[in-house]
């Protein structure tokens, strides 16, 4: 595998025999990652456990294989499918506007009939307006947990949160579907509502997540046991009262389709994204 190193990044490069894999997502019916490694290096990077299966002794973060996969010859293969791209990396970190991998996965979907998820923290996604336009139903959500950028530099290493904004503002007006994705909630520092009323002008879906932990930080955390969910339940009162008050739907763990009438996002409580079932995203929750 060949390595040179790029700002500080390790950058590799690995041959894969299939880009699309089978998803065990609550949103997702194929998983799609154009890379392996994610250089916004979040804090909290709940994909971080993937490491162990890259072969890289470096801290995640620092290194990016940039995939290489057989073309995609039979794009309709994949029609009616949810095809998620970015589940354990961002198809639009820095180094994507070198490689153009998720450029390239794009233009091989075209004409696939796929209902396609692009989940980033990136405005880089802003230049393939072009494709998303033509591919049809697409969604592009943004992660979105603070609107302190003093907080959000010190968790993540990707663009301003108001960059952020302004893209999701572009991709919304040209009338593709957006999300606001506030994941992770960070207890006593996320403030959803404030972020709710920066952006839902120009998003159709408002998800909501708990923090995604792995492992033992996760026990080590009192409200993140599941015999104590007094923390989160307030919350979700807090987003249903929210919900009410701006006339917006409010579900849980769904992810309606279509447009929505401006300032009305739907608001998806995704708190107990862990028991949604498999990858047919049912909002049904395991009993």
């Excluded at 690995?14 to 894999?21: A, L, Q």
């Excluded at 994507?96 to 794009?106: A, D, G, S, W």
């Excluded at 998003?203 to 969910?229: H, M, P, Q, S, V």
Aim: charged share 30%.
């Amino acid at each position: 595998m060949a390595q040179m190193m790029m700002d500080c990044i390790l950058i590799g490069e690995v041959e894969t025999k299939d880009i699309m894999t089978k998803s065990s997502l609550p949103v997702g019916g194929y998983s799609v990652n154009p890379y392996v490694g994610c250089t916004h290096a979040c804090r909290y990077c709940y994909a971080s456990f993937m490491k162990r299966f890259t072969g890289h002794t470096e801290e995640w973060g620092t290194f990016l294989d940039v995939k290489h996969w057989p073309e995609i010859k039979n794009p309709r293969k994949y029609a009616g499918q949810r095809v998620v791209i970015g589940s354990v990396t961002d198809g639009y970190n820095p180094q994507e506007e070198v490689f153009q991998n998720t450029r390239k996965l794009l233009e091989q979907l075209r004409g696939s009939g796929a209902d396609i998820l692009i989940c980033t923290k990136s405005d880089l996604v802003v230049r393939d307006l072009d494709l998303l336009k033509e591919l049809g139903q697409v969604t592009v959500s943004w992660s979105i947990n603070t609107l302190d950028e003093a907080f959000k530099d010190d968790m993540d290493s990707a663009v301003s949160i108001e960059r952020r904004l302004s893209a999701m503002k572009k991709v919304y007006d040209a009338g593709i579907r957006t999300v606001c994705f506030v994941s992770p909630v960070f207890p006593g520092i996320t403030d959803f509502e404030a972020i709710f009323e920066r952006v839902k002008d120009q998003c159709d879906l408002f998800w909501l997540e708990n923090l995604n932990l792995r492992g033992g930080f996760k026990k080590t955390i009192a409200i993140y046991n599941k015999k104590d969910r007094s923390y989160f339940e307030g919350l979700e009162a807090r987003a249903e009262a929210m919900a009410k008050r701006y006339d917006c739907p409010f579900v849980d763990n769904e992810m309606p389709y279509g447009r929505v009438p401006q300032g009305h996002p739907v608001i998806v409580d995704y708190f107990y994204h862990e028991e949604i079932r498999g990858s047919e995203n049912t909002g049904t929750r395991r009993k």
